[in-house]
């Protein structure tokens, strides 16, 4: 049984790291792409990489290009492609360098992996899939942004410091739009069953869920440049459940027809994930807080989508 193919848009930073987690992980072989400019890098990272298998003993392969000829038939993409955040940028003020790269990847890939479940990574993140569905008509099921899976992670990263539990037995749910007015549903939130709310007090659990929708900005701070180890094992877990069809439910941007009020948009949201890409999404009952809390996260989402559709 041949290997399955994925097609990594973009050899930054994130890229790199997701191109050394579908090898580690034997997902399957590898296109490391980018623009002409860059193709040394793609190109470099790849070899590099092969070079590693040898060192762990393993048999998948990957190749560094910017010939879009070598994507076509990927079964899954991955898009990265964009300008990362700066200190003191939000998500949102890359639209006006992103929408054209988004525009040319969803181009190509409508061109040459018409099949494939693509997973959206470039910012800012549910106008930037919102516009690749768009334009590729590609079935909903099977475009999906990742965001919901890194905020929550966030959100169970915190809650380990703040609780002592190990953070296999917290459980997490962020919803909305990947920026400052997600939604991390503290009354979904447990360790092993048991309601965070009884381990944490409300102030400090009000502290962590605005370190959450701060989490990005965080490290671009620090760092001066995105995230990318968590990002990239994020969209790793979506790709392993389509390919895999493991039927994961996790909180992804999804298309919207109705759900959660909302119509014609992604947002993040719970999702079942499988051989089929978006297979379900899950409706939760939201408190009236947590309601209004997604509907200023919705208008966020959709002010952004307004000034993509006005751009050239």
């Not at 990947?178 to 400090?204: F, I, R, W, Y």
């Given at each position: 049984?041949?290997?399955?193919?994925?097609?990594?848009?973009?050899?930054?930073?994130?890229?790199?790291?997701?191109?050394?987690?579908?090898?580690?992980?034997?997902?399957?072989?590898?296109?490391?792409?980018?623009?002409?400019?860059?193709?040394?890098?793609?190109?470099?990272?790849?070899?590099?990489?092969?070079?590693?298998?040898?060192?762990?003993?393993?048999?998948?392969?990957?190749?560094?290009?910017?010939?879009?000829e070598d994507?076509?038939?990927?079964?899954?993409?991955?898009?990265?492609?964009?300008?990362?955040?700066?200190?003191?940028?939000?998500?949102?003020?890359?639209?006006?360098?992103?929408?054209?790269?988004?525009?040319?990847?969803?181009?190509?890939?409508?061109?040459?992996?018409?099949?494939?479940?693509?997973?959206?990574?470039?910012?800012?993140?549910?106008?930037?899939?919102?516009?690749?569905?768009?334009?590729?008509?590609?079935?909903?099921?099977?475009?999906?942004?990742?965001?919901?899976?890194?905020?929550?992670?966030?959100?169970?990263?915190?809650?380990?410091?703040?609780?002592?539990?190990?953070?296999?037995?917290?459980?997490?749910?962020?919803?909305?739009?990947?920026?400052?007015?997600?939604?991390?549903?503290?009354?979904?939130?447990?360790?092993?069953?048991?309601?965070?709310?009884?381990?944490?007090?409300?102030?400090?659990?009000?502290?962590?869920?605005?370190?959450?929708?701060?989490g990005g900005?965080?490290?671009?701070?620090?760092?001066?440049?995105?995230?990318?180890?968590?990002?990239?094992?994020?969209a790793i877990?979506?790709?392993?459940?389509?390919?895999?069809?493991?039927?994961?439910?996790?909180?992804?941007?999804?298309?919207?027809?109705?759900?959660?009020?909302?119509?014609?948009?992604?947002?993040?949201?719970?999702?079942?994930?499988?051989?089929?890409?978006?297979?379900?999404?899950?409706?939760?009952?939201?408190?009236?807080?947590?309601?209004?809390?997604?509907?200023?996260?919705?208008?966020?989402?959709?002010?952004?989508?307004?000034?993509?559709?006005?751009?050239?």
């Amino acid at each position: 049984m041949a290997r399955k193919k994925i097609a990594l848009i973009g050899a930054g930073n994130i890229g790199g790291e997701l191109a050394n987690l579908v090898l580690s992980k034997q997902l399957g072989d590898v296109v490391l792409f980018d623009i002409p400019a860059k193709e040394g890098m793609a190109k470099g990272k790849a070899l590099d990489l092969m070079q590693n298998n040898a060192v762990h003993g393993l048999d998948g392969k990957a190749i560094g290009t910017s010939n879009w000829e070598d994507v076509a038939g990927a079964d899954v993409i991955i898009v990265t492609a964009g300008v990362p955040r700066k200190p003191g940028q939000s998500r949102d003020d890359l639209v006006g360098i992103n929408v054209p790269i988004i525009r040319n990847v969803a181009d190509n890939a409508k061109k040459y992996c018409p099949n494939a479940f693509a997973i959206i990574i470039s910012n800012p993140l549910d106008a930037m899939v919102y516009e690749f569905y768009r334009r590729t008509g590609f079935p909903k099921a099977k475009v999906a942004g990742m965001a919901g899976v890194l905020d929550s992670a966030r959100f169970q990263c915190f809650l380990c410091e703040a609780t002592g539990v190990s953070v296999k037995d917290i459980r997490t749910m962020v919803l909305g739009g990947h920026g400052d007015d997600m939604v991390p549903v503290t009354s979904m939130c447990t360790a092993n069953g048991v309601p965070v709310t009884q381990l944490v007090e409300k102030d400090k659990l009000d502290a962590i869920v605005a370190r959450v929708r701060n989490g990005g900005g965080e490290i671009v701070k620090l760092m001066g440049t995105s995230a990318f180890y968590a990002p990239a094992s994020s969209a790793i877990a979506m790709a392993s459940a389509y390919l895999n069809d493991e039927k994961r439910l996790m909180t992804a941007a999804a298309y919207l027809d109705g759900e959660y009020g909302c119509k014609d948009m992604f947002m993040g949201v719970p999702v079942v994930l499988g051989g089929n890409g978006v297979e379900k999404i899950i409706e939760l009952p939201l408190s009236a807080e947590e309601a209004a809390m997604l509907e200023t996260s919705k208008k966020s989402v959709l002010s952004v989508v307004d000034v993509v559709n006005k751009t050239p």
